[in-house]
C-alpha cells in the first residue's frame, strides 16, 4: 500500500533515504527531496482539506509556491501555520495537517534562532532556472558581486520538472562555478518577497526548515536578506494558469505543468488515468512525460480547432473544451462540451502561463497585456533591472538561455564590467511553438466556476460584483477578496482580469490587472523580527554604576533607553516605605545618586556666550568663569523645550547640562541653528554625556562627606558659595565639584571621568557611612525636587507650557534684544490670565494620593457632560517632610486661585483639594547653604 | 595616583571573559576584544583654516578631507588614527594615556586659531573585531557594504551596528575597530556574542 503512486525510478529524490511523516492523523512514508505535497501524493493522497467558505473538497493543485488550495498547519517538530504541501520539504517526524483557511500560532515561544543578514552586490539575480543562472553566470564571469537567490533546494529551476538531462547537467555545473567563484553568493532555499527602490531587495532564507528536529540550535532557522543591488536581474519563470469550468475545484484538476514536475522531479504520479485539456503547446509535454511513467493519457482536449488530432496514439479532441468536471471529493470523469464523457482520475489543465511579475510590479514596473502571450508581461520599470526568460514571456529554453545570457551581460556591463567567457550552453531540441488560444470561463454553472480557490470566488460572485457596478478590477478583488489569500493571486490574478473583462466585453489589456504589493510569498513574524526580540529588542543603557546598583538591590527605572535605580528597597519595604527613608536621609543627613545620565554638552568659541545667549531664554553671557546658571530653552513657539545648568569653564567655553531624555534633541537644536541660521558664529559643540560620570552628593551633612574626601578643598559657604563649581581632586581623582541642588538641600555634583565613576562612588560611599548616607533613586529625586515646586520638563510640562505658565517669569530675560522664543511671549495668547499655570495642590483630607493624570474641576456635584475642566495633575507624591501627600498640577488661572478648594474627580468620588503654591518646603530657601 | 589608576574600570571590563569564550567557541572564527582606555579627542576646526594644517603637521597625520576616510599614522604602540566625523569634525584615537598630552599638544599647536579640542575618551570604548567571520557578523548588524574592496584599511562611518549608534573603522587584514558609546557598550556586546552564536564550532 505504501508509496503506491512512486514511479519506480527516476526522480531527484533518495529513494536510499525513506523519511516518516504524518499527515491528517495517518503514518506516511516518503524519501528525502520529497515535498509533502508529492509524499502524499505519493501515498494516493491529494485532498489535503476542505475549503473556506463553502466546504468543498480541495487537493494539491499546483507544485511550488503558488498552491491556492494545499495549505497546512505543521504541528510538530514545532507549530507553524499557513504553509503550503507544496514546499514544506519532508523530514522525518514532520506532523501536519490540511488547513481549511486559517492555522494557529504555538502558544509556547519558539526556541529556533532567526536573524538577518545585510548584502551588498554589482548584480543580483532572482531565480536560478535556466535565464537566471545564464545571467549571473556570464555576471559573476565579469568579475562583478553577484548574489543569486533561488527558493527551490537546488538550481535549476523549470528543468527540475523535466527531462532535459543535458540542461541539467549544463545547470549543476553553472552551480557548481558560482558557488567556487568568491565574490558569488549563491542562496537557495531563499525568496526574493519585496523590491523596493533603489534595488533593495529583501528576502527570506528558509535555512534548517528542512531538518526538522534535527536542525542544529545555533544556526538561525530563517534568515531575512537585505540586499542592496546596482543592477537587478528578474528571472522568476511563469506561473501555469487554471480556467473557469464546472467542478475546477475538485481534487484531481492539476495544473499540467504540476503533473509534470510531480512525474519527473520526485518520480510520483499524481494519478492512474488522466484527461489533458489545453489551450497550448506546454500540455503535450506534461503529458508526454506522463505517459512514460506509467499514466494512463485518455484523451487530450485542446481548444485549439486546428490541433493534430493524433499524438502518440491518443486522441486529440481539436476545438474542444470541458464541461465540466465530475466526481465526489475526487475528479471521477471528465466531461466535455459535447457531452462525451471520460472516466478519469486526473485533469490536467493548462490555460497558458503567467509571467511571474511581482516583484517588478512591486517597485513601480509596469505590467502590459500581451494579447498573443495571453498574459501581462513586463513593460517598463524606472529601477536599474532587466527581465529574462518566462517572467518576460519567453517560454523556450533556449530563449530563456538566450535572454539571461544578454541580461546578465548587460546588467555587468552596467555596473562597469566586461562580460567574461562563460561556459557554453546547452543545446534543447525544442519543437517550434504553434499559437496558443485564451479562454477565460466555459459556459455551465458559474457557481461552481472557481477563479480563486483559496478565498472561494466564483464566476458567479464576480458576476455579482460587475453588476454592482464595479468596473475596475482593483475593486472587484476588494469587493470578492479574489487574490488576497495567502497565494496572493498567483495562478488566478490574471484569470480574474480575464473573467472580469468577459464579464464586462472589454479587452483584458484595458482592464488591467492590479498592483502587486510586498511580500511577494507568506514571511512569518519570528523571521522578520530575527534577533530584536527579549533583551536585544531595545537596547538598555547602563551608566558605569550599574553593576553596583544591581548589587545593592537597586530596582530600575526606564528613562527613554536608560536604565536609572528607581528605588533601593530595604528588607521589607515597599515604595512607599523606602523613599520615605530615602527622602528623610536627605533632608536630615546626607544622600548619593547616581546622576550621570544628564545630558553634557561642551559648548566653546570666541561666539560661545552669544549662541547660548540666542537659545536660553536667561542672559548667559554675564556668567562669571567659576560660577554656575540655572537656564531654560524654549521652542521658537516660546513653549519649554529643556533646561538645565550651564557652567562657564573659560571666557570661550562652557558646559551646559540638559535632562537626561534630551541630551541628543538639544546637541542637535544647536547644531541645527549654528549650521543653517547663524553660521557666522563661531561655536563648536560636542558631545561629552558619557565622558563625565556624575555622582550627587545631598543633604545637610553633604559638605562634612565632601570635606573628608576633598581635603584640599575649601568646602565653606563662602570658599565655595552656591552655583558655584570647583576642579580639585576628590578621593584622589581629578574631579569638577559643582554646587548645584534639586533638592533645595546643600548639595553637590561630583563629576569625574566615566572609568573612575565607580572608583569615585565607592569612596563617597564610604567616606559618608560614618553619617549614615544612604543611596537613593529618581523616585526620592522626584518627591524631594516637588517639593520644592521644581518642575521636570516633559512631566509637569507638554510641549504647552511656556516659563511664566511656570511662575518662571525670572528665568526670561527682559534686557536682551532677542533669543529663541521671545517674540511669541508676545502673542496675546501667551498672556492670558487664564492659562494654565503650575501649582501645588494638598488634598484636604490630608491622606489621597492623587493619580498623576487626574483632572481638576471646579464644582463639588458633577454636571452633565462635558464638564468644564480646569487642568490636570502632572506629579503627585507622599511626602515624608509634609508629612502628607501633596500633588503639582496645571491649572487654569491657578496663580490666582490659590487657597482655593477644587476637586478631582476619582472613580466615583470627588476628591476635594485646594491649590497653594507649587513651593511646599522651606520657601524661604535656607536649607541651601546647609 | 597610581592606585587610582588601578580602580580605572573600562566598559567592558566585566565582559573580557564572554568576550574571550567567542573566540574559544567559534574556533577563532571570530575574535572581539576591547581595547579600553584608547586616547579618543574630539576635534573640530575649519578644514580649509591654518588651524587643519598645524593639527595635521603635529599629529604627523593627514586629517581625511571626506566621509567614510580614517587616516593613520605607522603601526605600532604609539599609533594614531583620524577619522572623518563631520566637514569640521574629526576624532583623533591614539594610546592609552596620552589624552591629556595630546590635547595640550595641539591646543597649543593650534594657537588662537578656533577649535575645540576636547577629550572624549572615556565617552566610547572600544571593540576590536578580527577574524575570518568578522565580517559577516558585522553584516548581520550593519547595513552598509563591508567587501573589502569598499570598506577595508581606511574606511571609517559613523553607523548603526544593530540598534547602537558606532564609529567603525577597518583596519589592517581585514579586522575592524567598533567605538561604542560607555552606556551602549554592554548591549552591543550582548549583540555581539548572540550573534556570534551562528559560528559556533560543533563537534
Known sequence: MSQEFRTTSGGRIDRDQAVRFRFGGRDYEGYAGDTLASALLANGVIQTSTSIKLGRPRGIFAAGVEEPNALVQVEEPFPEPMLTATTVELYDGLVARGLPGQGRLANEPDPARYDAMHAHCDVLVVGAGPAGLAAASVAAASGARVVLVDDQPEPGGSLLGTRETGALDWAASVAADLRANPEVRLLTRTTAFGYYDDNYVIAVERRTNHLGAAAPAHLSRERIWRIRARHVVLATGAHERSLAFDGNDLPGVMLAGAARTYVNRYGVRPGRRAVVFTTNDSAYAAAADLLDAGVEIAAIVDARPDANPQWRGVEVLAGHTIARARGEDRVAAVVLDDGREFAADLLLVSAGWNPAGALYSQVGGRLRFDADLGAFRPDGCRQAVEVAGAANGTYPVVGCLAEGTAAGQKAAEATGFTAGQVRPLPTIDERPATPPVHLWALPGDEATQFVDLQRDVTVADIRRATGAGMRSVEHVKRYTTAGTAHDQGKTSGTLTSGVVAHLLGVDVGDLGTTTFRPPYAPVSFAALAGRDRGALHDPVRVTALHSWHEAHGALFENVGQWKRPWYYPQAGEDLHAAVRRECRAVREGVGMMDASTLGKIDVQGPDAAVLLDRLYTNLISTLKVGAIRYGVMCRADGMVFDDGTVIRLASDRFLVTTTTGNAAAVLDWMEDFLQTEWPDLRVRCTSVTEQWATVALVGPRSREVLGALAPHLPVDNADFPFMTWRDTSVAGLPARVCRISFSGELAYELNVSWWDALALWEAVYAAGEPFGITTYGTETMHVLRAEKGYPIIGQDTDGTVTPQDLGMDWVVSKKKPDFVGKRSFARAENARPDRKHLVGLLPDDGATLLPEGAHLVEMETLPEPPVPMLGHVTSSYHSAALGRPFALALIRGGRDRMGERVYAPLGEALVPVTITSPVLYDPEGTRRDG | ?203
Not at chain 2, 573600562?10 to 577563532?28: H, I, M, N, W, Y
Not at chain 2, 584608547?38 to 588651524?51: S, V, Y
Not at chain 2, 594614531?80 to 591646543?107: F, H, K, N, Y
Not at chain 2, 570598506?151 to 548603526?160: I, K, N, P, R, V
Open chain 2, 1 to 203: 595616583m597610581a592606585e587610582q589608576t588601578l580602580l580605572r574600570q573600562s566598559p567592558l571590563a566585566f565582559a573580557a571573559d564572554r568576550l574571550a569564550e567567542v573566540t574559544r567557541a567559534t574556533g577563532g572564527a571570530v575574535y572581539i576584544a576591547e581595547l579600553p582606555f584608547l586616547t579618543q579627542l574630539n576635534l573640530r576646526l575649519d578644514p580649509k583654516g591654518p588651524a587643519a594644517e598645524a593639527g595635521a603637521l603635529e599629529l604627523g597625520v593627514p586629517l581625511p578631507t571626506g566621509p567614510g576616510a580614517a587616516t593613520s599614522g605607522p603601526a605600532g604602540s604609539d599609533e594614531l588614527t583620524v577619522v572623518w566625523l563631520g566637514p569640521d569634525e574629526w576624532l583623533v584615537i591614539g594610546p592609552p594615556g596620552t589624552e591629556s598630552d595630546l590635547a595640550a599638544r595641539l591646543r597649543s599647536a593650534i594657537g588662537d586659531e578656533h577649535a575645540a579640542v576636547v577629550d572624549v575618551s572615556a565617552q566610547r570604548t572600544t571593540l576590536e573585531l578580527s577574524g575570518p567571520r568578522a565580517r559577516d557578523l558585522l553584516a548581520s548588524g550593519c547595513a552598509l557594504d563591508l567587501h573589502p574592496r569598499v570598506f577595508g584599511e581606511g574606511a571609517s562611518a559613523q553607523t548603526l551596528l544593530a540598534r547602537a549608534q558606532v564609529i567603525l573603522v577597518g583596519r589592517r587584514d581585514g579586522a575592524f575597530r567598533v567605538l561604542v558609546r560607555a552606556s551602549f557598550a554592554a548591549y552591543l556586546v550582548d549583540w555581539l556574542i548572540d550573534a556570534s552564536v551562528e559560528y559556533r564550532v560543533t563537534r
